[in-house]
């Protein structure tokens, strides 16, 4: 009902930058929240950055300073600006988005993208 699709990962040399594009398209939902997660092999998912429909944001201690989170609510796109990578950062990341399904009855969702390879390495 709900599709995410992301772009932007690839290889990148520590200090690189790169930007990660999500958008979500489908039909009969509304987004509340959207957000990046990421997984590095033999370590659990974890939240990356997160913005509401109102801009507030959140961000992971480690990435703080260094990493972006920006939202077009009417293109239902998520953005991750990523400065000053590093090799800790390697990991597949996830887009995240929260809304409601508007349809006989109104129901909350949360769905994921297939996720996009990002590999910092000299």
């Known amino acids: 009902q709900v599709q995410l699709v992301e772009s932007g990962g690839g290889l990148v040399q520590p200090g690189g930058s790169l930007r990660l594009s999500c958008a979500a398209s489908?039909?009969?939902?509304?987004?509340?929240?959207m957000g990046w997660y990421r997984q590095a092999p033999g370590k659990q998912r974890e939240l990356v950055a997160k913005?509401?429909?109102?801009?507030?944001?959140d961000y992971a201690d480690s990435v703080k300073g260094r990493f972006t989170i920006s939202r077009d609510n009417i293109k239902n796109t998520v953005y991750l600006q990523m400065n000053s990578l590093k090799p800790e950062d390697t990991a597949v990341y996830y887009c995240?988005?929260?809304?409601?399904?508007?349809?006989?009855?109104?129901?909350?969702?949360?769905?994921w993208g297939q996720g996009t390879q990002v590999t910092v390495s000299s």
């Open positions: 995240n988005a929260e809304g409601q399904i508007i349809g006989l009855f109104t129901k909350i969702f949360n769905s």
């Open positions: 489908g039909s009969g939902f509304s987004i509340n929240a």
């Open positions: 913005i509401t429909r109102g801009a507030i944001t």
